[in-house]
């Protein structure tokens, strides 16, 4: 299923700064980052528990916002992309 995830952490301290960069690291690790603090994640449901335990446990809930979109499995008839593109399906292997 794909999911969109969003954020916005706080940076007007250092603990902030690190919880952004921590934000975007596991982001990384589950789909390719489409705006600065969006995330395009094609995962399994069993990953998608892990996942958001994972960016729920970063995150300060008094100081940052975390939003989750869920495409589903049909996200292709939903996602509409204009402009400069990466390059890159999802349906794709990411190493190669």
């Not at 969109?4 to 700064?17: E, K, M, P, R």
């Not at 970063?58 to 975390?66: G, L, R």
């Not at 400069?84 to 990411?94: I, K, Q, V, Y």
Request: with cysteine.
């Amino acid at each position: 299923m794909l999911v969109l995830v969003t954020y916005d952490v706080s940076t007007l301290d250092s603990n902030g700064a690190k919880r952004l960069r921590k934000m975007a690291k596991t982001c990384v690790n589950y789909g390719i980052r489409v705006q600065k603090s969006v995330f395009e994640c094609n995962v399994a449901p069993h990953q998608w528990e892990f996942f958001k335990s994972e960016l729920l446990d970063i995150f300060e809930p008094a100081e940052d916002s975390v939003r989750f979109y869920f495409l589903g499995s049909n996200w292709k008839r939903r996602v509409e992309h204009h402009g400069l593109s990466s390059g890159f399906e999802h349906d794709e292997p990411m190493i190669v």
